[in-house]
T-cell receptor, first 114, second 117 residues
Framework: AQSVTQPDIHITVSEGASLELRCNYS??????LFWYVQSPGQGLQLLLK??????LVQGIKGFEAEFKRSQSSFNLRKPSVHWSDAAEYFC????????????FGGGTRVLVKP | EPEVTQTPSHQVTQMGQEVILRCVPI?????FYWYRQILGQKVEFLVS????????KSEIFDDQFSVERPDGSNFTLKIRSTKLEDSAMYFC???????????????FGDGTRLSIL
């Protein structure tokens, strides 16, 4: 069975500083990996996805993520954080052979200091 | 940009009552999903649905749960006899279009907060 671990529950970062959110996954085949963001009272918005090919993927809002098979990781990064990036971020792995279900990590809440 | 819409945004129900949560997926999507998030916990998969039948369901999705696509636009989740532990945020998602299940991400609605009293 697949699983996702996000080791950091909370991260506080200063506006303008860089951000990296960690994600480790467990999946028996080639993973389909996603990052979603959830602002308070909102649904889950897709930031980016990895299916195959280039291991560095670009997403919306200036985010990127790097797939590292050897480390079973898919970390999310942003070079310069804006106050509007304060939200909860979820990493997920997709299982095409199991109804395409997503398995989510526990999320990382990002706080942005002025 | 097309979006998934869910109604109501908040539902309060007495324990033991039936509840129906409604979703309108993105119009050209063919794959539909329900997830839930109990307060403070992970987002959990409940069920996926394609071609008018369930593709996959989790162990949470027991006989008290059912899904239906009653017409060409709605996708519903019914809980027959609600329990206190059903209190959660329920998210609907859809993906597509035809023939691309493996390569299309899921788009989520804003959720319905279900409170069981």
């Amino acid at each position: 069975a697949q699983s996702v671990t996000q080791p950091d529950i909370h991260i506080t970062v200063s506006e303008g500083a860089s951000l990296e959110l960690r994600c480790n996954y467990s999946y028996g085949a080639t993973p389909y990996l996603f990052w979603y963001v959830q602002s308070p009272g909102q649904g889950l918005q897709l930031l980016l996805k990895y299916f195959s090919g280039d291991t560095l993927v670009q997403g919306i809002k200036g985010f990127e993520a790097e797939f590292k098979r050897s480390q079973s990781s898919f970390n999310l990064r942003k070079p310069s954080v804006h106050w509007s990036d304060a939200a909860e971020y979820f990493c997920a792995v997709g299982a095409p052979a199991a109804g395409n279900k997503l398995t989510f990590g526990g999320g990382t809440r990002v706080l942005v200091k002025p | 940009e097309p979006e998934v819409t869910q109604t109501p945004s908040h539902q309060v129900t007495q324990m033991g009552q039936e509840v129906i949560l409604r979703c309108v997926p993105i119009s050209n999507h063919l794959y539909f999903y329900w997830y839930r998030q109990i307060l403070g916990q992970k987002v959990e998969f409940l069920v996926s649905f394609y071609n008018n039948e369930i593709s996959e369901k989790s162990e949470i999705f027991d006989d008290q749960f059912s899904v239906e696509r009653p017409d060409g636009s709605n996708f519903t989740l019914k809980i027959r006899s609600t329990k206190l532990e059903d209190s959660a945020m329920y998210f609907c998602a859809s993906s597509g279009p035809l023939g691309t299940r493996r390569n299309q991400p899921q788009h989520f609605g804003d959720g319905t907060r279900l409170s069981i009293l």
